[in-house]
């Protein structure tokens, strides 16, 4: 942008972006809002994660010593709550939020120097901020048919939970270790040997780590995809199960243990490589074993947005300090990537409209016969590069 419009002026550009007198909120509603008509609906996914951007230095807004997931280790960054809205593998990021970690959160003077609004102040966990970023998106009007996370959202029982209360469907990864009973558990009063009777029930069977359960569960090979280089697929098993998520209580003499909680599914993934995934949702007990590999592997499309995002787009390269200017630099990058999917659909229904004619019949004699190599249509499945506008940038708005 700063190239094209104000190749003399970069300076009063960053400075607009960081510190203009105008609002964003209307922006991210309108992102939001466009968001929705291009992939939202019941067949949509809202996919959770984080992603990182390196930031050396103490004084840029929200930056600590913490896990860079881009570069697979504890790493001097700067965390992004995500929120993508995506459906046939078409995925557009509609919330970028700051995680603000024990040290700045507990330094008054550091966030006040940095601008950090004080709703913003709270001590907050990435469960946390994004149950308020999935709340902003419902408020605005957004659709989508599950909510997707993995186990660093997933292992957070509230989390959890806060989707169900929202009558929210979810799929969300989990650590083998995650405690769950079998789905026909039931509570009983234990049979006191002395003393008075016991006042509380507790399960007919102990909890077990989601790896037991399924140890000697029945695997099976689904393709949940087609993609470059051919199907994709795993084996996988799923059981039906209560979470061990309920409230705290002593069980026999195994001391404090959660109740039973909601029934889900428990679903593990058995990769090629021989390693294994643990998986809970709370899709319909009826959903087949491949509606659910479908749900978990669709949130892969987040990844892919947030590399476009920094590669093509610049996310990553936001040179200012301050809360506000870091969340304008996102925003504007989503509205960006939001205008390229955008491009790249036109262009997906153009070519479905207009098919290229078939190659002249083989001259062997067969009619039906067909010179093979033609172009094939493009497919919303295929994660294309993002399109080159070609656009004067002064005219480029969000389209209605």
């Known amino acids: ?46 996919v959770v994660d984080d992603t990182s951007l390196p930031k050396k230095g103490a004084h840029s807004v929200g930056v600590a010593p913490q896990y860079a997931s881009m570069l697979g280790k504890r790493a001097n960054c700067q965390t992004l709550v995500s929120l993508t809205l995506a459906r046939q593998d078409v995925p557009i990021a509609v919330g970028l939020r700051l995680f603000l970690p ?43 048919g599950a909510v997707l996370a993995d186990a660093g959202y997933g292992l957070s029982a509230w989390f959890r939970q806060g989707l169900s209360a929202r009558g929210l469907a979810w799929a969300v990864g989990v650590p083998k270790h995650q405690k769950v009973y079998p789905a026909g558990v039931s509570l009983i009063f234990p049979v006191a040997q002395r003393g008075r009777p016991r006042k509380n029930q507790i399960p007919d069977q102990l909890s077990v780590a989601a790896e037991t359960m399924l140890a000697d ?18 084996r996988f098993a799923a059981l039906r199960v209560r979470v061990a998520d309920g409230p705290p209580q002593r069980i026999l003499d195994k001391g404090q243990q959660h109740m039973p909680g909601e029934e889900a599914w428990l679903i593990g993934e058995w990769r090629s490589s021989g390693e294994r995934k643990y998986y809970l949702s709370n899709l319909s007990a009826k959903a087949g074993l491949k509606r659910l590999a479908a749900a978990i592997k669709a949130r892969w499309v987040c990844e ?3 590399q476009q995002m ?3 787009l610049g996310l990553d390269h936001f040179e200012g300090r301050s809360w506000q200017g870091l969340h304008r630099h996102a925003l504007m990058t989503m ?3 939001a205008f390229l999917q955008h491009q ?10 207009n098919p290229e004619r078939p190659a002249a019949a083989d001259p062997a004699g067969d009619p039906t016969r067909r010179h093979q190599g033609a172009v094939p249509q493009a497919s919303l499945g295929a994660m294309s590069p993002l399109p080159k506008a070609q656009q004067n940038p002064r005219e480029i708005v969000l389209p209605k």
């Open 304 to 306: 892919q947005a947030h």
């Open 217 to 234: 569960a029945k695997w099976r090979k689904v393709s949940w995809r087609r993609g470059v280089k051919g199907p994709l697929s795993a």
């Open 310 to 312: 920094k590669e093509e």
């Open 344 to 353: 790249r659909l036109k262009q997906t229904k153009r070519e479905k409209k």
């Open 1 to 46: 942008m700063a190239a094209r419009l104000a190749a003399a002026h970069y300076d009063q550009l960053h400075r607009f972006i960081s510190d203009g007198m105008w609002d964003g909120a209307p922006l991210e509603a309108e992102l939001a809002r466009q968001a929705d008509q291009l992939v939202g609906g019941s067949d949509a996914f809202l």
């Open 335 to 337: 509205i960006a990537y």
């Open 102 to 144: 024990e040290s700045w959160t507990s330094d008054a003077a550091r966030m006040e120097k940095a601008g950090v609004p004080e709703p913003f102040r709270r001590a907050l966990t990435k469960p946390e901020i994004a149950l308020e970023e999935i709340d902003r998106l419902m408020t605005s009007g957004v659709r989508f």
